[in-house]
């Protein structure tokens, strides 16, 4: 089971941290992150860890704004969100299995709202 939290309601230029704790799902699957899905849109992946790589991988439309770490003490992942743009708005999902291919996540989060204000 894959439990998010710490969305909510922020003005542009803000900031947000989520945190994915991971209960009966070992932090040994790769990869490890999370999606977002904007209003009337598809699931995307935003940040992912990959641990047969020596970076994360992220989307362009996130580089130099969000930060994602791995919290071994508590199979946790956690997503720092800085600079938020009204365009970040959407439901957040950890995910795990894959970063940009839907079909190809194994374990998928509640997912938990952001929504970001101009």
């Known amino acids: 089971q894959l439990v998010e939290s710490g969305g909510g309601l922020v003005q542009s230029g803000g900031f947000l941290r989520l945190s994915c704790e991971f209960f009966?799902?070992?932090?040994?699957?790769?990869?490890i992150g999370w999606f977002r899905q904007a209003p009337g849109k598809e699931r995307e992946g935003v940040h992912c860890l990959r641990e047969s790589r020596n970076t994360p991988w992220y989307d362009v439309s996130v580089k130099g704004r969000f930060t994602i770490s791995r919290d071994n003490s508590r199979n946790a992942v956690h997503l720092q969100m800085d600079s938020l743009k009204p365009e970040d708005t959407g439901i957040y999902f950890c995910?795990?299995?894959?970063?940009?291919?839907?079909?190809?996540?194994?374990?998928w989060g509640s997912g938990i709202q952001v929504t970001v204000s101009s």
């Open positions: 009966g799902v070992s932090l040994d699957y790769n990869p």
């Open positions: 995910a795990v299995g894959a970063c940009v291919r839907r079909q190809e996540v194994s374990s």
